[in-house]
């Protein structure tokens, strides 16, 4: 966090910074091994239909448990991974895993996997999808992928050509996070999305918070008139769940129904509760 504060200044020993700089690198170095020995794993948290409580699938989450650090969030590793250039072959990793274990789920559940926009870059994505899904055999339209605002950001025609490519192959697009960036309204009419996911700082506070009811209501309101899905995320109590549905939510997912599961827990649970009812 070098700031550029006036020439000829003396930069004297500063202990704690020294310290964060030998964090860093110890963390950079643990976490280059982990990618190299596949340490790195992938969890899955179901999502439900809304309105009838029943599964429709998956999204896969990146998880590292550190030998020395114990559980590491991908909120704090995954941009460590970006940092690094190595979220091209974690990506992959996780494609591929996702891909293989939803065509091992019933027909009708898919899988959602969040896609860095560094991703987009190389030019590689498309093809790199379309090879994996016919290596594992999974049918498009049960693969998701979920962007950020941020890989919009650069509004590129790379982006929206891959975007709209990837859309015609039949895969579907949500924009993840929705409320906490730029949230250009523009963004849903310019980029091929088909749902929009409520991100879990605004579903947190319902229903009592006032300020983040009015958000939710008026996103369901637009997403509802674009005729978009829309996923409300972090549901953990019953209230959250109920308010979500009477504004129009499609889409849910949250402690309140299961947290991320190992793959072979939540193929067993795919297995057992077929189209059965777990919610509503
Ligand atoms: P995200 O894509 O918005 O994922 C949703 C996050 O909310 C997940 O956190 C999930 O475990 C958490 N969550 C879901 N329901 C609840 C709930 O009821 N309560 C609470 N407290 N949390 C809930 P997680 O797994 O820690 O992932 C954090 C972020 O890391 C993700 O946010 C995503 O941006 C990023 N990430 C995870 N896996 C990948 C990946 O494979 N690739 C990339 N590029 N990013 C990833
Ligand atoms: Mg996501
Ligand atoms: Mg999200
Ligand atoms: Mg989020």
Avoid at 93 to 101: P, Q, W
Avoid at 175 to 188: A, I, R, V
């Amino acid at each position: 966090r070098a700031k550029h504060d006036g020439r000829g200044r003396t930069c004297l020993f500063n202990p704690e910074l020294a310290a964060t700089l030998l964090d860093r690198i110890a963390l950079e170095t643990d976490l280059r091994r982990a990618c190299a020995n596949q340490a790195i794993e992938v969890a899955y948290q179901p999502i439900l239909d809304a309105r009838t409580g029943r599964f429709t699938g998956a999204e896969a989450l990146l998880r590292w448990t550190c030998e020395t650090r114990g559980e590491v969030p991908p909120n704090v590793f995954v941009p460590v991974i970006e940092e690094l250039g190595l979220i091209g072959t974690i990506g992959e990793m996780v494609l591929e895993r996702a891909c293989a274990a939803a065509a091992s789920w019933p027909d009708h559940l898919g899988v959602s996997i969040n896609v860095s926009p560094l991703q987009f870059g190389g030019g590689t994505l498309l093809a790199t999808i379309a090879s994996t899904l016919q290596r594992t055999g999974l049918a498009p339209h049960r693969l998701q992928i979920e962007i950020t605002e941020s890989a919009l950001l650069a509004d590129d025609t790379l982006v929206l050509q891959t975007l709209e490519a990837l859309r015609a192959s039949g895969l579907s697009i949500a924009l993840d996070d929705f409320g906490t960036g730029y949230s250009s309204l523009s963004y849903l009419h310019r980029f091929p999305i088909d749902c929009i996911k409520i991100d879990r700082s605004f579903v947190t506070r319902l229903p009592h918070d006032t300020g983040s009811a009015s958000i939710v209501r008026a996103i369901c309101d637009l997403g509802t008139s674009l005729g978009l899905k829309i996923a409300a995320e972090g549901i953990e109590t019953e209230p959250q769940r109920q308010f979500i549905v009477d504004h129009g939510c499609s889409h849910m997912q949250g402690y309140r129904f299961s947290r991320p599961l190992d793959a072979q827990a939540i193929a067993a649970l795919f297995a057992t509760s077929r189209g059965s009812k777990v919610a509503a």
